[in-house]
């Protein structure tokens, strides 16, 4: 398809679905996490082209507005559904009707054909979609962002799998769909050959980084600013404290590490900034617990997560961040950290494979046993020169990863959906 008819293809006013968690919640608790952070980002720059954006979320309190502008052109809709408070993810499969009937509504208070395409996030907003779709008679365009299937194929130990009706919802969203976004090459092939999705309608389009925001700095002026010392080793972890981000592997590492050498103790601190999400909730002192039941509650640092700015800092203070998660669509996490110009190791699953370029900008570790995690840890730590060398493959991968080549990526596939076009199943980066 050519540039000229992409462009002529594209539509005047799109409603974007994030139903289970708002655009406006802080990112690293909850259910708020990389999904939020990519549709704030990415409809703010898709209305900078043009596009009109309204953002369908369910309200969770009563303060808030019926609809409030999040950036010129960017407009959230909060839509009543159940309880405002208390209501869980998992719950929210019975509320999807009253969902759907709070979006219809607003379709219908505007002149017919007021949206012209949906992109619709995680399989609970695609069921919401889906409905609409078939009734306005446009196009929709999902993002899965996790699937249940990967999931549970990943999944740590003790946690709980998804259930079948999340399984059978996406199957659904995947047949429904006229076209999907992939987050990498890797989740392209995941709905292919698990969800048996059209090859010809599969587009990958890599998440990006605010490439403004996080940048390298001084990490001794960051750590001044946390009240850090300057010679500490720093370990951190970024993000919900569930097991599928497996924080605790990170815990168990430090604790191997003190354990093979006790005079590190003195300088090594461990600071994991998030909240308790997902099944974390049901145990949300866990990770303090084992921390002390590891003897290292006096190295370890809970912080709640931050606004960006913060969240900058502390990836510039760190030494190394640590992404041990079961299983992740990309790992946005890992690409801010290097932005900032921190080395990352992160666990060798999925879009981490993507978002850290082995050996040159961070280090992949197969598997899940914290004794592996030790080892690459140790030896980091042990030759700050290849820290180094690290750091500086990490700046350079991140630079590769910008918001605005994710949102030609989306304005393409918008193209393709309203043009009707089978497309290509393109294993290009979709990179700047």
């Known amino acids: 398809m050519t540039t000229q008819r992409l462009l002529s293809s594209l539509p005047s006013r799109i409603a974007v679905l994030s139903i289970h968690t708002s655009p406006l919640d802080q990112p690293g608790t909850g259910d708020a996490g990389g999904m939020n952070v990519?549709?704030?980002?990415?409809a703010k720059r898709i209305a900078a082209a043009g596009i009109a954006?309204?953002?369908?979320?369910?309200?969770?309190?009563?303060?808030?507005?019926?609809?409030?502008e999040l950036a010129p052109g960017v407009l959230v809709r909060h839509v009543t559904a159940g309880p405002y408070e208390g209501l869980l993810k998992a719950d929210l499969p019975g509320q999807l009707c009253a969902v759907t009937s709070g979006v219809m509504r607003v379709e219908a208070s505007h002149t017919e054909g007021w949206f012209d395409l949906i992109h619709s996030h995680y399989w609970l907003s695609g069921q919401v979609g889906w409905l609409a779709s078939e009734r306005w008679g446009v196009p929709l365009v999902h993002s899965m962002h996790t699937m249940a299937k990967v999931k549970n194929l990943e999944l740590a130990a003790g946690d709980v799998p998804e259930p079948m009706v999340r399984?059978?919802?996406?199957?659904?969203?995947?047949?429904?769909?006229?076209?999907l976004v992939a987050n990498t090459a890797d989740e392209a092939r995941q709905l292919i050959d698990l969800y048996g999705a059209d090859p010809q309608a599969v587009d990958v389009v890599h998440p990006g980084v605010d490439l403004e925001q996080f940048t390298p700095g001084e990490p001794g002026v960051s750590r001044r600013r946390l009240g850090l010392a300057e010679d500490s080793v720093i370990l951190l972890f970024v993000g919900r404290i569930q097991p599928l981000k497996a924080p605790d592997i990170l815990l168990r590492a430090a604790a191997r590490l003190v354990e093979t050498d006790p005079a590190i103790r003195s300088r090594l601190l461990v600071v994991v900034c998030g909240g308790p999400s997902g099944t974390g909730l049901e145990h949300p002192t866990s990770l303090s617990d084992l921390a002390a039941d590891l003897g290292i509650a006096d190295i370890v640092r809970f912080e709640p997560p931050g606004d960006r700015q913060m969240l900058a800092d502390w990836y510039r203070a760190a030494d190394i961040t640590v992404v041990p998660s079961y299983s992740e669509s990309f790992g946005l996490v890992a690409v801010e950290a290097q932005a900032c110009g921190t080395p990352v190791v992160a666990a060798a699953v999925g879009g981490l494979r993507t978002a850290v370029l082995h050996e040159t900008s961070g280090v992949l570790v197969e598997g899940h046993d914290p004794r592996d995690y030790a080892t690459v840890l140790r030896h980091l730590i042990d030759h700050p020169e290849r820290l180094a060398e690290l750091s500086l493959g990490a700046r350079m991968h991140a630079a590769t990863f910008g918001w605005a080549a994710t949102t030609t990526g989306l304005l393409d596939t918008y193209a393709r959906a309203m043009a009707g076009s089978g497309g290509a199943f393109a294993l290009a980066s979709g990179r700047s």
């Open 38 to 42: 990519y549709v704030v980002e990415t």
């Open 53 to 68: 954006v309204e953002i369908f979320t369910r309200a969770t309190s009563s303060d808030l507005p019926p609809a409030l």
């Open 167 to 179: 399984v059978i919802g996406e199957e659904q969203v995947v047949a429904a769909a006229a076209r």
